[in-house]
C-alpha cells in the first residue's frame, strides 16, 4: 500500500513577493520598479500598458490626416 502525504500551504508558500517588508531594500526607480514585490511587479505591467497605449496612440493619430474646413 502507499502511503499518502498530506502538504499544509501557508500562505508565503501560495503567494509571491516578501514574507515582510524589511527583507529588500531598494532605492532610487528600483523602490517602484521591482520584480520581488507586488507593487513593483504592478509598476512595471503598468509603465508597459503606458508605453504601449502612447505608441498606438502616436502612431494611429499620424495615419488620419486633419479635417480642414472648406
Known amino acids: 500500500m ?3 502525504e498530506f502538504v499544509t500551504l ?5 503567494m509571491a513577493g516578501a514574507e515582510n517588508k524589511s527583507q529588500f531594500q531598494f532605492i532610487a526607480i528600483k523602490k517602484y520598479f521591482n520584480l520581488y ?3 513593483g ?3 512595471c505591467i ?8 502612447l505608441l ?3 502612431l494611429r493619430s499620424k495615419k488620419t490626416p486633419a479635417v ?3
Open 46 to 53: 503598468l509603465a508597459t500598458y503606458g508605453g504601449i497605449a
Open 56 to 58: 498606438v496612440f502616436k
Open 68 to 70: 480642414k474646413a472648406t
Open 37 to 39: 514585490t507586488l507593487t
Open 10 to 14: 501557508t500562505k508565503s508558500d501560495i
Open 2 to 4: 502507499s502511503a499518502v
Open 41 to 43: 511587479r504592478m509598476n
